[in-house]
Every structure is written in structure tokens, then in C-alpha cells.
């Protein structure tokens, strides 16, 4: 019975750590993370007792938004398979953690929130090496250094077309600049607000730095608006006023400088200032392709408000609004919506914005509910701003990470006692 016991605790113990790894791996690859989660739901499933079940309602809401999903295929004329496995992780993260979330500790809790960062910071020493290598080669026998992709280029002038390796998209080999923005500033927040987790102050201040920079030369203009939100947050809850509005003048200044350095977001400022909200059926900077998108999506919305036109059919309908509005560069790209919020309503009319939306303000509850979670507030953040200009559903890297931390959050361990230390420890 004494054996019998040990293994199954060091079963349960196995299916928690497995968490732990996909944190660890999701910044790093699609392919290992997707493994870890296979893994997973098999682990629990396989070796959990009934007895041991933690039932959470909030959790029945990404369910329902699959089963919405899936609905919307009824009604669509390009069935496909395929929907199935894309939203699966709308399943997947509500097993396990419904399966093995009654014995997810504060400790392990608090492990997967390291173990995240750690990922991060991995993923961007990945980056630098890919970057490095793209950029250096032997020319008649010389060692030469060129981090433009087009040789004709300047330094300046790759980095604002998106031609350099240290910038943008080819600087982010692992994940979309997006998507990598919202893991960094997430990494970031853990980093400010539990201070615990990484003692060394040294150790602590250089995963700050070094996240920072990397999120820069990803060169996500989300990411470094929703980076400065968190920054202000953070100056906002441990600093008194005089201080905080020292600093808070000092991160605006510093963020002025860097949208100075940064010349794809000089080049995003300095067109707004120009063409206001306008756009060029034809331009192919990225916020004319999002304002060319959102304009379809809403055609599309006026016209199909309830259920929408259904996952199969979406890209089909905005193919056809692109077409009509001679917008070229979404039509050749074959873009979707580039808005969380329009993409479901596209997809699947206001059941789906409405299950979204739930899921949303479950988070705001649980927030209220522990005195700990300005980790929470962070990733609401976090999804609530990036939703504006990417449809974080529609891809794995988004919505993987937005299933496993929205269910991590609804099992969040962190007393009260915990929380007055890391404060004070804030503050010190």
C-alpha cells in the first residue's frame, strides 16, 4: 500500500511538472510544446482518481467557446478538420487543469511562472544567435559583418523596412513579433511583481534589462505600448506619488528616446502624425493593412451580426471585401481580421465575443478575489490590449498561451501573508 501510494504521488507530481515544462518550452518551440501538452492531457487522464477532480466553472467558458467554434461549422461551406485541431487547446488546458488542478501547489504554481521567464530569456539569447549568424560570412576570405537582409541597404534603412536581422521579424525567428511582445511583457511583469522568485537582485535586474531590449528590437509596437503600461502600473503600486510621477516622467522620456532609436515605430509615428487614421488602398505599412482589415471585418458584421459567417468561411468573405475595396496587400497576403474582438464576430457573431468577453471579466473577478494577483492585472493587459490589433485566437502561439494562463490563473496559489512579503520586499 506504501508503494502503491509513492507511485501514484510521483505520478501526480509528474503531470504538474509536465506544466512546468510547457512554460518552460512555449516560448522556445511550437513542436516540444505541443508534445508537453500531449503528454499531459495523457498523464492525467490516465493516472488522476475521480476523487481527486477540481471542478471550475470559469474553465467551462473556453469550452464553450470551442463547442462555438465547431457550431459555426454547420453553417459554413468550407468544412474542414483541420478547426478542430487549430482550437484544441480551448479543450486541452480545461482537462488537464480540471484533472490535476487540485494538486497544482503554490510551489509549482510559482515554479511554471519562473520556469516561463526562463524560456523567455532562452528564446531571446536564440534570437541573438540567429541574428548574429544571418549576419556574419566570409567574403573573399574576410570576415565581414552585415546585418541587412538586402546588401544594398543601410543599417537604418533595413530596420525600417524590415529588412534587418536585429529588427522586426527577422530578428523574432521563434514566434510572430506579436506574439513574442505579449510573452516578453509578461516574463517582465512576473519579474516586478514577484521579486521572490529571483532573490538575486543582480540575476533579477538583467532578465529586466535584457527582456526590455529584446522587446524592442522585436520591434512590436503592441508590445512595447503594453511594456510601458506595466511599467507605469508597477510605478503606480510601490512608489509614493512624488516618486511616482518622478519616474513616470522619466519612462516617458526614455519611451519618447526609444521610439526615436527604434525606426520602425519612428516610422509608425511619423506617419500617423501625417495621414492621421487615412490610408492608401495600396500601402503596405502595417497599420494601413490593419485599418484596410478592420474596415472588411466590419462589412462583414453588418451583414452577419448574430452567428456570423462561420471559422471555414471567414477568410473567403473578407477575401471577397478585399476584392470590392481593391485593398491589395490584405487580398494577396490573405490576411484575417487583426483584431481579436472583430474576428469573432466574423467567425461566430456575438456568441463568441460574448464567451471571450466572460472570460475576460473572470479574470477581473479572480484578480479582485486574491490579494496577490497583479500578475493577473498584467495579463489582462497583456490580452485585452494586443486583442485590439492581432487575432491572438488564431494562432497556436496566442491562443496556447492564452488557454494554459488563463486556467493557470483560475488555480493561482499565493496567500495573503505571501503577498505582504513580496510587497515589502518590493520596496526594499
Known amino acids: 500500500m506504501q508503494t502503491m501510494n509513492i507511485i501514484e504521488g510521483l505520478k501526480e507530481k509528474g503531470a504538474a511538472y509536465l506544466l512546468v515544462m510547457f512554460s518552460f518550452c512555449l516560448p522556445l518551440s511550437q513542436r516540444l510544446s505541443t508534445v508537453v501538452i500531449l503528454l499531459s492531457v495523457l498523464l492525467s487522464l490516465v493516472f488522476l482518481k475521480k476523487s481527486k477532480f477540481l471542478f471550475k466553472k470559469e474553465l467551462l467558458f473556453l469550452v464553450g467557446l470551442y463547442f462555438v467554434y465547431t457550431l459555426s461549422l454547420i453553417y459554413t461551406e468550407n468544412f474542414g478538420f483541420k478547426y478542430f485541431e487549430q482550437k484544441a487547446s480551448l479543450l486541452a488546458f480545461p482537462l488537464i487543469f480540471f484533472l490535476i488542478g487540485k494538486k497544482l501547489s503554490k510551489n509549482t504554481t510559482e515554479k511554471i511562472l519562473s520556469f516561463f521567464v526562463y524560456g523567455c530569456v532562452l528564446s531571446g539569447l536564440y534570437c541573438y544567435y540567429i541574428a548574429l549568424t544571418n549576419s556574419i560570412s566570409f567574403i573573399d576570405g574576410a570576415l565581414t ?31 510572430h513579433t506579436t506574439y513574442f511582445g505579449m510573452y516578453i511583457n509578461l516574463a517582465i511583469a512576473i519579474l516586478l511583481f514577484k521579486k521572490p522568485l529571483f532573490r538575486n537582485k543582480i540575476i533579477r535586474l538583467s532578465f529586466l534589462v535584457f527582456l526590455s531590449i ?136 456575438v456568441f463568441g465575443l460574448l464567451l471571450f468577453g466572460f472570460t475576460i471579466k473572470n479574470l477581473i473577478v479572480r484578480r479582485k478575489s486574491r490579494d496577490s494577483n497583479y500578475i493577473i492585472t498584467c495579463f489582462i493587459i497583456i490580452i485585452v490590449f494586443n486583442s485590439f490589433f492581432e487575432s491572438i485566437l488564431n494562432q497556436y502561439s496566442g491562443l496556447a498561451f492564452f488557454c494554459f494562463f488563463y486556467c493557470l490563473f483560475m488555480f493561482y496559489k499565493s496567500p495573503t501573508k505571501i503577498l505582504k512579503k513580496d510587497i515589502q520586499y518590493a520596496k526594499d
Open 145 to 175: 559583418f552585415r546585418p541587412q537582409v538586402n546588401a544594398d541597404s543601410g543599417f537604418l534603412e533595413s530596420s525600417i523596412r524590415g529588412g534587418n536581422h536585429f529588427f522586426g521579424s527577422f530578428f523574432s525567428s521563434l514566434h
Open 214 to 349: 529584446v522587446l524592442i528590437q522585436v520591434s512590436s509596437r503592441a508590445g512595447l505600448v503594453t511594456l510601458l503600461i506595466i511599467y507605469v502600473f508597477y510605478l503606480f503600486k510601490f512608489l509614493s506619488r512624488l516618486k511616482f510621477f518622478t519616474l513616470l516622467t522619466l519612462v516617458l522620456i526614455s519611451s519618447f528616446m526609444v521610439s526615436q532609436f527604434n525606426p520602425r515605430i519612428k516610422k509608425t509615428v511619423d506617419n500617423l502624425i501625417d495621414k492621421g487614421l487615412n490610408f492608401d488602398n495600396e500601402d503596405i505599412g502595417s497599420m494601413s493593412q490593419r485599418f484596410m482589415t478592420w474596415d472588411a471585418s466590419l462589412e462583414i458584421i453588418k451583414k452577419n451580426p448574430i452567428v456570423g459567417v462561420g471559422i471555414g468561411d471567414t477568410y473567403n468573405e473578407l477575401k471577397q471585401v478585399y476584392r470590392q475595396k481593391r485593398y491589395i496587400y490584405p487580398y494577396r497576403e490573405r490576411l484575417n481580421s487583426h483584431n481579436q474582438y472583430l474576428q469573432l464576430l466574423v467567425e461566430c457573431g
